[in-house]
Structures are given as C-alpha cells and as structure tokens.
C-alpha cells in the first residue's frame, strides 16, 4: 500500500520568511498528489493539486509544489508566508486517475509568528 | 451552499455506549468518506462509498459500520464506543471528474470517557 511522509512535524518561521514543507511518497506507478490546509478550528481545503503535465504546480493563496518523480516527492512552498498562513498542512496521494481514495500523510503544522 | 453537512459536531459517550454520525452532501458527489483525525497520525480513512449502495472498508474500519442511505447521506456507526474511538471524524464527498478534490465536513469531535 501507498504511504506519504511529512517530516516536518513542527514548523515556526516569522513573517516574510520562506517556506518548503516536505513530503515523500512510496509508491512506484502513477500518482495525483495534492496538498490539504486546515486552519485552525475549521475543515480542510485542497491548496493544490498535480495530476500531469508541468510538474510545478500553483495553488490558492501564493502556494506551490514541484513534484520531483526520481525523487518520489511533492515539496510545498511559498516565498513569503503571513501570519494567515498558521495552519496544518497535509500532503496526499491517489494512486491512479479515477481512483479517489486518498492516503494523508501525517501533517506539519505551521505557525507564523508576526 | 450547505456542501458537506455533519452532525452532531460534538458528543461525550461512555464506553459501551452506541451512537451513529450523520453526514449529508448537497453537491451530487457520487463518492463519500468518513476520516479520523488523530494528533501526529493524520488523517486514516475508515469507509468510503464509491456510489449509492456500495461501501468499502478502508484503513482503520474495526469497530465502526456504515450506511449509504441515498446518493446524500452516509452515515458512521460506533456499536460500542470504546475510549480508542475518541477522535474527531470528518466526513467528506468527492467527484469522479475532480479526482482526489475532497470537500470535508466541519467535523465531529467525539469523547469516549
């Protein structure tokens, strides 16, 4: 079975900095790979999303992710985070198109501090 | 636009107790799910309905049973809580033509004492 890492468990950056969560996934054949939010006290919400195509991928709110296939990886980041950017942030997988089953990774929580 | 409506979002129960979650979709979503959320595990799947009158066992379904009503509502059941079960559930909906886009409901925070 597929399997997604996150080895950010913790993350605190100021405002301004740059960030780059990473995630790693196990799985050999074809993979969409997305990026979940959770803000604090609310549900999560798709940041974005690969399928095929450019492997460098925009999401909402100044986010993207390069996914790196030798790599087995779909790193998020943004240039300059705000205070708002205070979340988890949960990588995912699927295995193939049309099957929608997601497999999270563990999640990085985030805080920014002003 | 309700999107993914769960109820109740929060319950205390004691161990041995039953109780089932209530989840509706007003996005005509062929596929819906039911997750815990559990600190430092992310989110586990414990069923999913690909469609109207299918269920599916995913990773972490002992204990718990599930109802696909009607192409809205999917519904979690807990027969005998026990204090492993306290988590906080999330019930989500997706479309095939938007593979791996879940929408998720506000959650339901459980505690078994």
Same mark, same amino acid.
């Given at each position: 079975?597929?399997?997604?890492?996150?080895?950010?468990?913790?993350?605190?950056?100021?405002?301004?900095?740059?960030?780059?969560?990473?995630?790693?996934?196990?799985?050999?054949?074809?993979?969409?790979?997305?990026?979940?939010?959770?803000?604090?006290g609310q549900?999560?919400?798709?940041?974005?999303?690969?399928?095929?195509?450019?492997p460098?991928?925009?999401?909402?709110?100044?986010?993207?992710?390069?996914?790196?296939?030798?790599?087995?990886?779909?790193?998020?980041?943004?240039?300059?985070?705000?205070?708002?950017?205070?979340?988890?942030?949960?990588?995912?997988?699927?295995?193939?198109?049309?099957?929608?089953?997601?497999?999270?990774?563990?999640?990085?929580?985030?805080?920014?501090?002003? | 636009?309700?999107?993914v409506?769960?109820?109740?979002?929060?319950?205390?129960?004691?161990?041995?107790?039953?109780?089932?979650?209530?989840?509706?979709?007003?996005?005509?979503?062929?596929?819906?799910?039911?997750?815990?959320?559990?600190?430092?595990?992310? %989110? @586990? +799947?414990?069923?999913?309905?690909? #469609?109207?009158?299918?269920?599916?066992k995913?990773?972490?379904? *002992?204990?718990? $049973?599930?109802?696909?009503?009607?192409?809205?509502?999917?519904? %979690? @059941? +807990?027969?005998?809580?026990?204090? #492993?079960?306290?988590?906080?559930?999330?019930?989500?909906?997706? *479309?095939?033509? $938007?593979?791996g886009?879940?929408?998720?409901?506000?959650?339901?925070?459980?505690?078994?004492?």
């Amino acid at each position: 079975a597929q399997s997604v890492s996150q080895h950010n468990h913790h993350v605190i950056l100021s405002e301004a900095a740059s960030l780059e969560l990473g995630c790693n996934y196990s799985y050999g054949g074809t993979v969409n790979l997305f990026w979940y939010v959770q803000y604090p006290g609310q549900h999560l919400q798709l940041l974005l999303k690969y399928f095929s195509g450019d492997p460098l991928v925009k999401g909402i709110k100044g986010f993207e992710a390069e996914f790196i296939k030798s790599k087995f990886s779909f790193n998020l980041r943004k240039p300059s985070v705000q205070w708002s950017d205070t979340a988890e942030y949960f990588c995912a997988v699927a295995l193939n198109f049309g099957n929608e089953k997601l497999t999270f990774g563990t999640g990085t929580r985030l805080t920014i501090i002003p | 636009n309700a999107g993914v409506t769960q109820t109740p979002k929060f319950q205390v129960l004691k161990t041995g107790q039953s109780m089932t979650l209530q989840c509706a979709q007003d996005m005509n979503h062929n596929s819906m799910y039911w997750y815990r959320q559990d600190p430092g595990m992310g %989110l @586990r +799947l414990i069923y999913y309905s690909a #469609s109207e009158g299918t269920t599916d066992k995913g990773e972490v379904p *002992n204990g718990y $049973n599930v109802s696909r009503l009607n192409k809205r509502e999917f519904s %979690l @059941r +807990l027969e005998s809580a026990a204090p #492993s079960q306290t988590s906080v559930y999330f019930c989500a909906s997706s *479309n095939r033509e $938007n593979t791996g886009e879940l929408f998720f409901g506000e959650g339901s925070r459980l505690t078994v004492l």
